[in-house]
């Protein structure tokens, strides 16, 4: 039996996206990304040179300047006709915006231009061995001597470890504490005293995540990012966006598993009838659909509050979790509806569930977001006004 599957939303530029996956075989090279892993330099340029990176960022710096919720109609597009590989490739000017923002003029013109452009790979050193979801453990020391600072420390789990250009390195400045006294400096990773580690991923390979030491590295004054010590507070308005952006990418990607499930169960046969005729097939199917919809929309309206100015972090936080939590359940009911086949990797559900794994661990745990949830719901004696407060 044909299904009826709901349109995509549209864009004006929907068309124009398509073609671009087409033209570049965008779906078959996210199946051989994940096979021999590597950085798609090629697409990556493509991309920047079509004007498909970082689709919200200023048109000062060769972007398209899309207001937000735009950008994430498209990210879930992409997301959908490709997997995560090209939407988060997207994404990366949005990941450093505290460059773009916060550079100075020389910074942005050497680094952040041409990463709009899909010319140079910026990563971003956050974390630590000591030092993830806690971010006031954070230990890498920036010390300043005469015109230049000196970075020494450890950041794990990188994006990029050893294919970036350069990375925005957070590092805090001697005897400071906490979130307070956090830099964030843009460092080249071909400077002196640099050593990058590869480790291996269950998904999302073509990241090549991995360790980059930094021994007394030196780093001039005029690639210190902004003021000392406003490292953190620069970069959670960026993780709070983009978490809205993450989170269409992850249904967009489950979207895909969900149409191509609905097809198979409207036409394989089993004890005499279609599989949708079994409800214990067809109910958490349908149910995938309500879920994968709302938390759609869900991340929609977040990214229109942000467009029009205001900060929605609990709802794009919650926004990124639950759409790991839909996406996950919804591809996992692709691999289990289509039987053995779904488990081989014949069929590209199991590369997407293991690509969207991450999504319960990176850019905020989901345990962490949920705990920043729950401050502003039940909020702490003489704590800060909550996000709630900002909602209108
Ligand atoms: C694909 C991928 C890409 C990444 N890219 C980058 C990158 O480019 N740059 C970068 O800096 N980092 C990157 N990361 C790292 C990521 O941001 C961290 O892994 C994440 O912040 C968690 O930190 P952690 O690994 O130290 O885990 P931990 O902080 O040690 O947490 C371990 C577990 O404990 C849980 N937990 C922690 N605190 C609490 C609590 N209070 N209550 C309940 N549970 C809790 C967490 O949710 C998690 O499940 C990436 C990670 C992944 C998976």
Not at 160 to 182: C, E, H, K, M, N
Not at 284 to 300: I, N
Not at 305 to 314: F, H, M, N, P, T
Request: with cysteine; aromatic share 8%; glycine share 10%.
């Amino acid at each position: 039996m044909s299904a009826t599957i709901p349109p995509l939303p549209d864009d004006p530029l929907a068309q124009e996206l398509d073609d671009f996956v087409d033209r570049w075989r965008l779906v078959d090279r996210a199946r051989e990304l994940d096979r021999t892993p590597a950085f798609p330099k090629t697409e990556f340029a493509e991309m920047g040179a079509a004007g498909w990176l970082g689709l919200d960022r200023k048109a000062e710096d060769g972007a398209r300047a899309l207001p937000p919720s735009r950008a994430g109609t498209l990210l879930y597009r992409l997301a959908y006709r490709a997997g995560t590989v090209f939407a988060k490739l997207s994404l990366q000017p949005g990941f450093s915006s505290v460059l773009g923002e916060h550079g100075s003029p020389a910074l942005v013109e050497r680094f952040y231009r041409p990463l709009v452009k899909g010319r140079r790979l910026v990563g971003n050193h956050l974390t630590e061995p000591d030092a993830g979801s806690d971010l006031g453990r954070l230990a890498t020391v920036a010390t300043r001597d005469g015109s230049e600072y000196r970075v020494s420390g450890v950041k794990s789990e990188a994006a990029f470890a050893a294919d970036a250009d350069a990375a925005i390195v957070y590092a805090r400045t001697p005897g400071s504490q906490g979130l307070a006294g956090i830099t964030a400096f843009l460092i080249p990773q071909d400077s002196l005293g640099i050593r990058a580690t590869v480790i291996e991923d269950l998904g999302e390979r073509w990241m090549r995540r991995g360790t980059v030491r930094y021994e007394n590295v030196r780093v001039p004054i005029d690639h210190r990012i902004g003021e000392e010590g406003e490292g953190i507070r620069y970069v959670l308005p960026e993780l709070a966006r983009e978490r809205a952006y993450l989170a269409l990418i992850y249904l967009g990607v489950a979207r895909a598993s969900w149409e191509q499930t609905v097809r198979h169960v409207g036409e394989r046969v089993v004890f005499d009838r279609p599989l949708h005729e079994h409800e214990a097939v067809a109910f958490p199917l349908v149910q995938d659909w309500g879920e994968l919809e709302s938390c759609r929309q869900f991340a929609e309206r977040a990214l229109a509050r942000i467009g029009a100015g205001e900060r929605a972090d609990l709802d794009t936080s919650l926004a990124k979790t639950m759409a790991t939590t839909i996406a996950l359940r919804t591809i996992d009911h692709a691999i289990q509806f289509h039987g053995g086949a779904g488990y081989s990797r014949a069929l590209p559900h199991e590369q997407r569930y293991r690509d969207v794994r991450s999504g319960a661990i990176a850019h905020g745990s989901t345990e962490v977001l949920l705990r920043a949830a729950a401050r502003a719901i039940w909020r702490p004696p003489h704590g800060r006004a909550g996000p709630f407060q900002a909602t209108k």
